[in-house]
T-cell receptor
């Protein structure tokens, strides 16, 4: 079976740093994706990890450990507009069509 | 603008109605998807079309009927739906293993 776990909700303060964790158990592994989804809007792609380590993209970074089935999304210098749901998704095979999505983490950034 | 357009954005229908959701992608991708997003549940893959051929049907009830006339357009035909079918229906497209790009979704309410 396929399973992805994320915390349901998190709260952080504007200007701070927050880390959103994701653990997965899937039949295979061919990449992990993070998406941001504001309420009532489409999910938008943030990052992609297929090798172990840290990928940095501006204020956002994503880390992967394949041996531990673990990833995190790190958001620095939080802004109010970062309040959204963050979805972790895993591609378990080479087809790239069978994404498994986690339940999402709702992040609230407070002033 | 994500390059994936869905219409309508909101739809209210009775259980005896027939309606259709439309999706159009302007990205030149070769795969299109329908997902269902219910409150507090992970995104659920419904249908996948790769080069206009349906390759995935995750045991979706027959009251949902997809149609993909070409690689840029995808429809979801709805008939005799149930109240539990009320959800956000998201269309997405992708090219091979690249990240999926989502439309803004259709918020469906079945009365």
């Amino acid at each position: 079976g396929q399973n992805i776990d994320q915390p349901t909700e998190m709260t952080a303060t504007e200007g701070a740093i927050v880390q959103i964790n994701c653990t997965y158990q899937t039949s295979g592994f061919n990449g992990l994706f993070w998406y941001q989804q504001h309420a009532g809007e489409a999910p938008t792609f943030l990052s992609y990890n297929v090798l172990d380590g840290l990928e940095e993209k501006g204020r956002f970074s994503s880390f992967l450990s394949r041996s531990k089935g673990y990833s995190y999304l790190l958001l620095k210098e939080l802004q109010m507009k970062d309040s959204a749901s963050y979805l972790c998704a895993v591609s378990p095979d080479n087809y790239g069509q069978n994404f498994v999505f986690g339940p999402g983490t709702r992040l609230s950034v407070l002033p | 603008e994500t390059g994936v357009t869905q219409t309508p954005r909101h739809l209210v229908m009775g259980m005896t109605n027939k309606k259709s959701l439309k999706c159009e992608q302007h990205l030149g991708h070769n795969a299109m998807y329908w997902y269902k997003q219910s409150a507090k549940k992970p995104l659920e893959l419904m249908f996948v079309y790769n080069f206009k051929e349906q390759t995935e049907n995750n045991s979706v009830p027959s009251r949902f009927s997809p149609e993909c006339p070409n690689s840029s357009h995808l429809f979801l035909h709805l008939h005799t739906l149930q109240p539990e079918d009320s959800a956000l229906y998201l269309c997405a497209s992708s090219q091979d293993l690249q990240a999926k790009y989502f439309g803004a979704g259709t918020r469906l309410s079945v009365l």
